[in-house]
Antibody, heavy 119, light 106 residues
Framework: EVQLVQSGAEVKKPGESLKISCQTSGYNFNNYWIAWVRQMPGRGLEWVGIIYPGDSDTRYSPSFEDKVTISADKSTATAYLQWRNLKASDTAMYFC????????????WGQGTLVTVSS | EIVLTQSPATLSLSPGERATLSCRASQSMNNIYLAWYQQRPGQAPRLLIYGASNRAAGIPDRFSGSGSGTDFTLTISNLEPEDFAMYYCQQRSKWLTFGGGTKVEI
């Protein structure tokens, strides 16, 4: 069974750094893209970026380029989303997601990680 | 970037009725690049339709998708109580973008 399990909720101050995780199981981690999606409170879905763990090919939405870093650890089958300088506007729920196959239609989702940035 | 505009923003219906949700793209694209997701409160999105008209695994046949070019439609026939939720379209023709969503409410 394919599973994506995300790390727990985080409360941080502006300027702090943070790395959240998406641990996967039930399939070959190297062979499927993993994406990150942001959902701000009461708002819609936004693509952050996506990584192919097999060769670390990583692509970012223009809105998030230079603001976050996506990475993957093949030894633990875990994907990461990282910030170096959090802002209050980063407060949101973040989901990881995996497609059915090679196309970017996302059938499998993590449960979400709530990130709150407040002074 | 392809912008997806969903309408209406809110659809007020009763169980048993039919829901018709629209997703319009800012430029023409191949059908295979359009998907629909359902999101219930407090839950992750769920893939309903991919390739504009193909139901994902386990999705009931009351959900159907259609359309081409710039105009796509999600139809939910005979609404069940669990279908009252947010619905998003998504394109992957040029990068990835979501529409703003349609809320189907009682």
């Amino acid at each position: 069974e394919v599973q994506l399990v995300q790390s727990g909720a985080e409360v941080k101050k502006p300027g702090e750094s943070l790395k959240i995780s998406c641990q996967t199981s039930g399939y070959n981690f190297n062979n499927y893209w993993i994406a990150w999606v942001r959902q701000m409170p009461g708002r819609g879905l936004e693509w952050v970026g996506i990584i192919y763990p097999g060769d670390s090919d990583t692509r970012y939405s223009p809105s998030f380029e230079d603001k976050v870093t996506i990475s993957a650890d093949k030894s633990t089958a875990t994907a990461y989303l990282q910030w170096r300088n959090l802002k209050a506007s980063d407060t949101a729920m973040y989901f990881c997601a995996r497609p059915q196959g090679t196309d970017w239609d996302f059938e499998y989702w993590g449960q979400g990680t709530l990130v709150t940035v407040s002074s | 970037e392809i912008v997806l505009t969903q309408s209406p923003a809110t659809l007020s219906l009763s169980p048993g009725e039919r829901a018709t949700l629209s997703c319009r793209a800012s430029q023409s694209m191949n059908n295979i690049y359009l998907a629909w997701y359902q999101q219930r409160p407090g839950q992750a999105p769920r893939l309903l339709i991919y390739g504009a008209s193909n139901r994902a695994a386990g999705i009931p046949d009351r959900f159907s998708g259609s359309g081409s070019g710039t105009d796509f439609t999600l139809t939910i026939s005979n609404l069940e109580p669990e279908d009252f939720a947010m619905y998003y379209c998504q394109q992957r023709s040029k990068w990835l973008t979501f529409g703003g969503g349609t809320k189907v409410e009682i």
